[in-house]
């Protein structure tokens, strides 16, 4: 017998007990996007490894070591996408979209990162991502977070905390850059070998080490907003003040610098710590230099992306995995058409409910357990027609499968599909599951 075969490690099956919160969490996001004027946009999962080198930066954790690279048949260097931002600048530049004009988009899909898989880190995960263009002032970082903070609201999630940060312009980085390695270099004996690593590619990266042992040496480390000039200060001032005026709680974080190299002034990460380890539900911020790199006219940009795992894993409600509202049941052969077309009167008068007929029939018995099964509200018989009265119109019975629906009172006799569906519409109407 051959060996079954399996998903890659990192990577999941979505099954049908969760697809149902991933449908309702995606509709959610999409839904809210629109309504700060976001438009979708859906770009292709492999791209040319080029856009992320230049893009994410060569000396960052995704490039360095976590991107799904490959030779394409005829020599490409492409890769599959490890997030949606640089993706969005190419369609962007590619299509004209931000050229002189202010263009505000969001994405939702699959990204691929090669990191060791635990609980909240995948290899195949998904993010929801929004991103605005050609908008300068603080207000866009702070109607970001807006944005993130409806969603939690909506999402009833309130163990969540904003940290935001400034990272200054690329003088004030290059700046703090020389005397954090000259502080770093004396402390070398103390770091760890990734942190060493880091010290001449990317030592605003260490700041962000998980190391006890390196966190203590960051401690004391030269702070970036030292080196500030007075516009990037003013503008994390007023960030905070519109985000204050807001009545948004954040708490500025010194040492949040972002794992990608395209972003300057303003980034804030959403964490929360009811998951553990890997407790950052959203991150983003603004990456004004980004667009140029990627070959574009310089235009200022900010957005977000948050983890959809992540959020499921928080909202972690069961599924009620039930397939049905209403099952038709029939009892003789010579129903089965009629018992497809109720099914179908049925969807067509009540849109919102799920309406299973029993295929392969079988026993009347051997039906109601399998309706019982199906969790539905309401068994609908098709009565079959009386030997004397072949032609007489169609009867169908309705029998209750659940104790709930106590206010509603099932006929005693079968009834015209007509006040069938009346009946139904009124009984659902008080009992109604939540349309899906
Ligand atoms: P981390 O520091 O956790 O590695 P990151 O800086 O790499 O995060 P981003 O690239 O900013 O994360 O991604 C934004 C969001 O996407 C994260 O906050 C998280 O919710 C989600 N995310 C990132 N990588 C993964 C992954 N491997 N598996 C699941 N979700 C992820
Ligand atoms: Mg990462």
Redo the contacts with the bound molecule.
Sequence with gaps: MSKTLQTLRGMHDVLPAQTLSWSRLESLLAHTARRYGYQEIRMPLVEHTALFTRGIGEVT??VEKEMYSFADRNGDALTLR??GTASCVRACLEHGLIHNQQRKLWYIGP?F?H?RPQK????Q?H?FGVEAFGVNGAELDVELMLMAARIWQQLGITEVELQINTLGSAAARSAHRAVLIAYLQAHREALDDEARARLETNPLRIL?SKNPAVQAIVAHAPALADYLDEADRDNFAEVQALLTAAGIPFVVNPRLV???DYYNRTVF?WVTHSLGA?G?????GRYDGLVSQLGGKATPAAGF???L??LIELLAQPDNDTTADIYVLWSEPASKAAALNAADALRDALPSQRVHCALDGGGLKNQHRRADRSGALFALRIEPPEPATPDAPPRWAIKALRDEPTSVIIPSAALSPDEAIAWLIKALGTTATAPT
Excluded at 120 to 123: A, L, V
């Design positions: 954790d995704i490890p997030e990204m990162r990191e909240g880190r995948y290899r995960f993010q962000d972002r794992g990608l990460e890997q950052t539900l959203c991150a983003g992306a948050l983890g795992e992540r």
